[in-house]
């Protein structure tokens, strides 16, 4: 069944419909969610998943844009937090130049503090990177080595992709693989060996064709196999089938 990496149920945009959408998750092919934290208040929130859906597990961290909300206490209780049942990842974490919304050096010092963390409670990491290729790799190179993760939504050429998938690290492939202006994120599905790629909502966000625009789910995720399997010439069940092996294999649920 489709493996979804990498979703935020813990949004918003979920609150009106969100335990009838969860409960329908099984009937539409969905078999295992990982919900992803990104700030300080989420965590309380993907804890609250968890326990209430058996097909959630849960990541917490914060993400570049958040890390102004760190302090030395807030990296205690997210210590705490990660050793809890069904947590499984510690993410989302990274640099966003994109937004800029904390100053560079900022996010590189808690995204290296993250990492510690990961590499401390032997646990994987969910690696968001905008418009910060060169930085996101430097760092990683030099305190991610030994360590196992994802760059989700990966968004860099197929050049890049190949040199994290030597490090060891999976590919996040979304909603976006199915637009038209696209054909960088296609060139690294074509190149890069299925074993070493995941399905991902980013969910509500980055919804597939035919439903760009509007508000993501997991269910979505059909059209990002689909288009992945037209692209590798494989079938849409091969692509479910290793994809999600690839996810169990990374976030220890085998």
Same mark, same amino acid.
């Given at each position: 069944?489709?493996? %979804?990496? #990498? ?7 979920? %609150? ?11 009937? +539409? ?22 326990? *209430? ?9 914060? @993400?570049? %844009?958040?890390? &102004? ?34 100053? @560079? ?7 290296? *503090? ?28 030099? #305190? ?7 760059? #989700? ?14 490090? &060891?690290?999976?590919? +996040? ?41 509007? *508000? ?39």
């Amino acid at each position: 069944m489709i493996f %979804d990496t #990498h979703a935020h149920y813990d949004d918003e945009q979920f %609150d009106e419909d969100r335990d009838s959408l969860l409960c329908s998750m099984q009937e +539409g092919g969905v078999g295992t969610i990982v919900n992803a934290g990104s700030d300080v208040a989420s965590w309380e929130d993907v804890r609250a998943l968890t326990a *209430r859906y058996p097909f959630i597990y849960g990541a917490a961290g914060v @993400h570049p %844009d958040d890390v &102004g909300e760190l302090n030395e206490e807030n990296f205690r209780r997210l210590r705490a937090v990660l050793q809890e049942e069904k947590m499984v990842a510690v993410g989302e974490i990274g640099l966003d130049y994109y937004w800029d919304n904390e100053s @560079h050096e900022v996010q590189k010092t808690w995204f290296i *503090r993250q990492l510690e963390l990961a590499r401390e409670l032997d646990m994987p990491v969910i690696i968001h990177s905008r418009e910060a290729a060169a930085d996101t790799l430097q760092i990683m190179k030099e #305190h991610a080595r030994g360590l196992e993760g994802v760059i #989700h939504c990966f968004s860099y050429s197929a050049e890049m992709a190949r040199e994290y998938v030597k490090m &060891g690290f999976y590919i +996040g492939v979304g909603g976006v693989v199915t637009f038209k202006n696209s054909r960088k994120l296609k060139e690294v599905v074509e190149e890069i060996p299925l074993e070493y790629l995941l399905l991902e909502t980013d969910c509500p966000y980055l919804a597939p064709v035919p439903n760009r625009g509007k *508000r993501n789910s997991s269910l979505n995720l059909v059209y990002v196999a689909e288009q992945i399997a037209g692209l590798k010439q494989l079938t849409y069940d091969e692509v479910v089938e290793q994809t999600e092996k690839n996810a169990r294999r990374l976030y220890n649920l085998l």
